[in-house]
């Protein structure tokens, strides 16, 4: 299952600060709540599903890893974590492989923009498949040519 939010203006950060950029980035996509201007960025960056985006994920991206070292690493239970790790999964920006009885997780491809790619492609996969549906819904008007 493919599921992302689309905001029709994106946050577009004027920073050098990285993590306000992701923090924004991930809320916009509908991974993380939408962020006010009066978040606290310090609770964000410090929370489970930012550091299991930023630090396992983005700055590691070639690195595959358990539930188990992921739990260990931000000090989480299973059930934050694979909340998380299936809201990522439903992005389709996270790959999951199996390793003997050992799944393990990293960015799609092991790179950020080339995960982002697999975003792309399945939005306008979607977008076509609506756009199929409109023109059905369209040609059953009464009227319709």
């Not at 960056?45 to 358990?66: H, P, Q, T």
């Not at 492989?97 to 799609?108: A, C, I, S, V, W």
């Not at 996969?125 to 819904?137: G, H, S, T």
Request: charged content about 30%; glycine content about 4%.
């Amino acid at each position: 299952m493919f599921k992302m939010t689309v905001v029709a203006s994106p946050t577009r950060v004027i920073s050098e600060d990285l993590d306000r950029n992701i923090a924004y980035f991930l809320s916009d996509i509908g991974y993380i709540p939408r962020l006010r201007p009066d978040t606290d960025m310090s609770s964000i960056v410090s929370s489970a599903y930012f550091r299991l985006f930023k630090d396992c994920f983005l700055m590691n991206a070639e690195r595959r890893w358990s539930g188990e070292e992921l739990m260990a690493y931000l000090r989480t239970s299973r059930t934050t974590l694979y909340r998380h790790l299936n809201k990522l999964k439903s992005l389709d920006i996270l790959e999951e492989t199996q390793e003997g009885k050992t799944k393990r997780y990293r960015l799609r491809s092991g790179d950020i923009l080339r995960a982002w790619g697999w975003v792309e492609v399945n939005l306008k996969i979607a977008l076509e498949a609506y756009r199929k549906n409109v023109e059905r819904i369209a040609s059953l008007l009464p009227g319709a040519r």
